[in-house]
């Protein structure tokens, strides 16, 4: 078993429907497990019970970029390797990242409202995660305005790796922008010292929702790849004379 | 029913294209505008379609349906095919006979051009000379008696123009007028109006 | 009436295809609205003033970036020579280009609106007062953008220049849209003095423009 093995679509297909069930059974109990504990958590002697909302807001935070990375290597596949299952991956993974950014800002917003009184506080972390998002809806709307998924491809390979590049600096831009509008008054969300009882949920929570990310990713790739095939097919049938 | 125009002059850009141009059709007929490059044919099929507003002379159907134009009678087939490549072949077909207030059947027309293998695939699929037959296939969705065709022919195959000599040839049956401008022959009996040089 | 509803139909159709602009225009309003905060400060305070008017210009400039497309396309694969030759009147068609235009790429942006409200700590208030006169004034914008888009394509050119043709003209509907906003937000006008207006001028740009539009694509084809 080998990256070139993988690299064929037909043994992709073949393999990762046999992986499949199994990391979506994996992927559930985590959660699960994850969801239990995070209840049974204790609340949090300043922010009460709100603060199991950062059960599921921190994964989706971590995740949030951990996909553009993804993004940013099946960027390097197209570029560098040209693997004929990079840019299946990287287009895969756009609205999947962008849905984990989303449920971050909803999240995030949620958790603001009983701290700051506003549903929107243009806190550093929360506007760079927003630009994050913008920046994944860009990327989809890329995607969706060629026809051709291998001329879109190349395009969003260049894309992804400067936004990679550029979200270090728009991240220290935002930072300096808020700090210098912003006096520290803004809660900071997490903290370094986090209690044991918390911290737990939150790893199972963390990595049941990267789980949950390779299971999507590996169904959406699936399904990209089946629809580069119907794709093909119609434009043979397109081709074939009548009779 | 007859199509005709007299001393018709057109002016593009500043230059004289042509001037002082008669030619008729009537019912059943077929006229082959033919002449060198420049000569003025795509200028004179877009003047009788109203698209160019002649500089002199006039254009008139007599005998068609009084309370229309000539434009509103007629079919043209330009250079452009006018169809789009994120619609399926039969929604852009469907379109065009809906807009055109026709009533044929989108299975047949399709079939008639030999695309009924593919009526539900997004016209972007298409090579070129398949959009030709589909712009034909929209002659046939909806019923005109003027036809206005710009180098109908251009990227058929002799299949394909065989099949388009036919579909001319039931028009003309019809009783219909067809004006085309053409380097190749049709295939079709026509009468030629020359344009350009000893014009 | 089929006629313009198999136009209606294909328009919309072909804006939500793959390749179609219809919810670019919303992420460009998106984008534009996260903009304004870089350049203002987040003083919610402030964006609070300010908000119906950074929504109404983040919606303007959205709904004139997406009319580019309106006629260029028709135009670049020669559909507009068969609509400006059907039987159905140019003016009716044009109209119906501007309404499918406006469903498919100006409704979504009244839609956004209350998103869009949140990040500039709109009350719920504010914020429907906002959405209520982008829907009553965005049409306006379509409607006067048309002949903007229009004269572009006989012209030949896009873009910028359409850009600069058409904001001119746009700029009524920014004045009463955002006062009406104001209004509803502080007062201390009524609500309802400049919401009329900002309606009247919708429905006049519905009449003007699908002939101001027809008028230039008839004697600009060629």
């Known amino acids: ?243 | 029913m007859r199509l005709s125009g007299r001393h018709v002059s057109c002016i593009r850009g500043g230059r004289e294209v042509f001037s002082g141009l008669d030619f008729e059709a009537d019912s059943g007929q077929a006229l082959a505008v033919v002449g060198p490059n420049g000569s003025g044919k795509t200028s004179l099929l877009r003047l009788v379609a109203g698209l160019l507003a002649p500089a002199g002379g006039s254009i008139g159907l007599d005998g068609g349906a009084a309370e229309l134009t000539l434009p509103e009678q007629a079919h043209y087939l330009g250079h452009r095919d006018a169809l789009k490549p994120a619609l399926s072949v039969a929604e852009n077909l469907s379109f065009w006979r809906d807009f055109g207030g026709g009533i044929e059947d989108i299975g047949q027309c399709l079939a008639a051009v030999r695309l009924g293998h593919a009526t539900h695939l997004p016209a972007a699929y298409l090579s070129a000379g398949q959009r030709r037959r589909l712009s034909i296939a929209r002659l046939l969705a909806v019923r005109r008696p003027v036809w206005l065709l710009d180098e109908p022919t251009s990227a058929l195959d002799a299949a394909g123009q065989d099949l388009f000599a036919g579909v001319m040839r039931d028009h003309l049956e019809d009783g219909g007028i067809i004006l085309a401008a053409t380097h190749t022959p049709l295939g079709i009996a026509t009468r030629e109006l020359r344009m350009g040089g000893a014009a | 009436m089929t006629a313009l509803a198999a136009l209606i139909r294909r328009d919309i159709r072909i804006a939500l295809r793959v390749g179609g602009g219809a919810l670019i225009g919303v992420l460009f309003f998106l984008t534009v609205t996260v903009l304004m905060p870089f350049a203002i400060g987040p003083d919610l305070a402030l964006l609070t003033r300010l908000g119906p008017a950074i929504l109404w210009l983040g919606a303007l400039l959205a709904s004139l970036l997406t009319l580019d497309r309106l006629f260029m396309a028709d135009h670049e694969d020669g559909s507009l020579d068969l609509i400006v030759m059907g039987r159905t009147p140019l003016e009716l068609a044009c109209a119906a280009k501007a309404l499918a235009h406006w469903l498919a790429a100006g409704l979504p942006l009244v839609v956004a609106t209350p998103v869009l409200g949140l990040l500039l700590n709109l009350d719920a208030a504010a914020t429907s007062a906002v959405a209520l006169t982008l829907l009553a004034g965005t049409p306006a914008l379509t409607f006067t953008g048309m002949i903007g888009a229009a004269l572009a394509v006989t012209l030949h050119r896009g873009g910028l220049l359409l850009a600069v043709l058409v904001l001119p003209l746009s700029i009524p509907v920014l004045i009463f849209g955002v006062a009406a906003s104001q209004a509803a937000i502080t007062g201390p006008l009524a609500f309802g003095t400049p919401f009329s207006i900002l309606c009247a001028l919708s429905l006049a740009s519905l009449v003007i423009g699908p002939f101001a539009a027809a008028a230039s694509l008839r004697h600009g084809l060629d």
Do not use: C
């Open chain 1, 1 to 243: 078993m080998t990256l070139i093995d993988l690299a064929n679509p037909t043994r992709f297909l073949s393999l990762t429907a046999r992986v499949l069930p199994w990391l979506a059974g994996a992927t559930t109990m985590l959660l699960l497990v994850g969801l239990y504990q995070s209840a049974m958590a204790p609340d949090d002697y300043q922010q009460g019970a709100t603060v199991k909302i950062m059960f599921v807001h921190v994964p989706n935070a971590w995740l949030s970029m951990f996909v553009w990375g993804v993004m940013s290597l099946a960027a390097l596949g197209t570029l560098v390797w040209r693997h004929p299952l990079a840019d299946v991956a990287a287009k895969a993974a756009a609205p999947i990242g962008a849905a984990f950014t989303f449920l971050a800002l909803v999240t995030g917003s949620l958790w603001g409202r009983p701290m700051w009184g506003t549903y929107w506080e243009w806190d550093a972390r929360l506007t760079s995660v927003l630009i994050l998002f913008l920046m994944y809806l860009g990327l989809i709307a890329l995607w969706r305005a060629v026809e051709d998924p291998s001329r879109a491809a190349r395009a969003a390979a260049i894309l992804t790796l400067v936004g990679a590049i550029n979200l270090p600096i728009i991240k220290f831009s935002v930072d300096w922008w808020n700090t210098l509008h912003q006096p520290a008054s803004v809660l900071r969300m997490g903290g370094p010292s986090l209690d044991r009882a918390f911290l737990i949920p939150l790893l199972v929570m963390a990595i049941g929702f990267s789980l949950l990310f390779v299971t999507l990713h590996l169904a959406a790739m699936r399904n990209e790849i089946l629809r580069r095939r119907v794709r093909s097919l119609q434009m043979m049938q397109a081709s074939r004379q009548a009779a």
